[in-house]
Nanobody, 126 residues
Framework: EVQLVQSGGGSVQAGGSLNLSCVVS????????LGWFRQVADKTREGFTA???????SYGDSVKGRFIISQDNDKNTVYLQMSNLKPEDSAMYYCAADTHPCTVYKGTLKGSLKLWGQGALVTVSS
């Protein structure tokens, strides 16, 4: 069974940094496009960064210049480096995966995403 296993997150003050990891368990990460989503209670889960099939990173405007998505095939892991965090970045963060070829639009991984991580809470205080 293929699973996405997340780690990282936590609490930080505004301007600080946090990292998230997403391990593809049961398969190899390079069979997938990985993306990151976040959700605030009672709001729609939104995508904000993803890796295209060609490995190119795509970012939404809300995180561009502050977040970096990367992939380590040897570790079967996709990372999210978050810097200059703002209180509005506070949310539950999820990784998601889709098999190639995949569609990424303005940082959002599209499609019927069946693989999701368990979520990690990020809290940014002002």
């Amino acid at each position: 069974e293929v699973q996405l296993v997340q780690s990282g997150g936590g609490s930080v003050q505004a301007g600080g940094s946090l990292n998230l990891s997403c391990v593809v368990s049961g398969d190899t990460v390079n069979r997938y496009c990985l993306g990151w989503f976040r959700q605030v209670a009672d709001k729609t889960r939104e995508g904000f960064t993803a890796l295209r099939s060609n490995g190119e990173a795509s970012y939404g405007d809300s995180v561009k210049g502050r977040f970096i998505i990367s992939q380590d095939n040897d570790k079967n892991t996709v990372y999210l480096q978050m810097s200059n965090l703002k209180p509005e970045d506070s949310a539950m963060y999820y990784c998601a995966a889709d098999t190639h070829p995949c569609t990424v639009y303005k940082g959002t991984l599209k499609g019927s995403l069946k693989l999701w991580g368990q979520g990690a809470l990020v809290t940014v205080s002002s």
